[in-house]
C-alpha cells in the first residue's frame, strides 16, 4: 500500500557530508510526523531527526547542530543533510513516515528499507 524509497547514502571520509532522500508513495491521505532513525551494528535503533507535517523538528542528541531535517509536502519527501560527519555516525539509516490512509482513519507507522552510511576516519 505504501512505499518509502531512501536514497544518498554511501562512503564518505569523516569530516564529509551527505544528504539522505526518502520518498513515499502509494495509498496517502496525509502524512503527520516524517523522519529518519539509525542503527549500528550491536546497537538498538536510535532517533536520529523527525519532522512535522508543519515543519517542528526534533533531533537526537548526537547530532544536533550537524544533521538537518526538512521536508517537502507537495512530494511526500524527506531530506537529511548531515555534515561534519563522524565514524560514529557509520549505521544503516532507516526513513519514517506516520501515514494516514483516509481523512477519518488511523494513522500507521512505514518504515523504508534502509540505506548504509558509512564514516571512514
Known amino acids: 500500500q505504501v512505499q518509502l524509497v531512501e536514497s544518498g547514502g554511501g562512503l564518505v571520509q569523516a569530516g564529509g557530508s551527505l544528504r539522505l532522500s526518502c520518498a513515499a508513495s502509494?495509498?496517502?491521505?496525509?502524512?503527520?510526523?516524517m523522519g529518519w532513525y539509525r542503527q549500528a551494528p550491536g546497537k538498538q535503533r536510535e532517533l536520529v531527526a523527525v519532522i512535522t507535517s508543519g515543519g517542528s523538528t526534533n533531533y537526537g542528541n548526537s547530532v544536533k547542530g550537524r544533521f538537518t531535517i526538512s521536508r517537502d509536502n507537495a512530494k511526500n519527501t524527506v531530506y537529511l543533510q548531515m555534515i561534519s560527519l563522524k565514524p560514529e555516525d557509520t549505521a544503516v539509516y532507516y526513513c519514517?513516515?506516520?501515514?494516514?490512509?483516509?481523512?477519518?482513519?488511523?494513522?500507521?507507522?512505514?518504515w523504508g528499507q534502509g540505506t548504509q552510511v558509512t564514516v571512514s576516519s
Open positions: 519514517a513516515a506516520d501515514i494516514r490512509h483516509t481523512i477519518a482513519g488511523a494513522i500507521f507507522r512505514y
Open positions: 502509494g495509498s496517502i491521505f496525509s502524512i503527520n510526523v
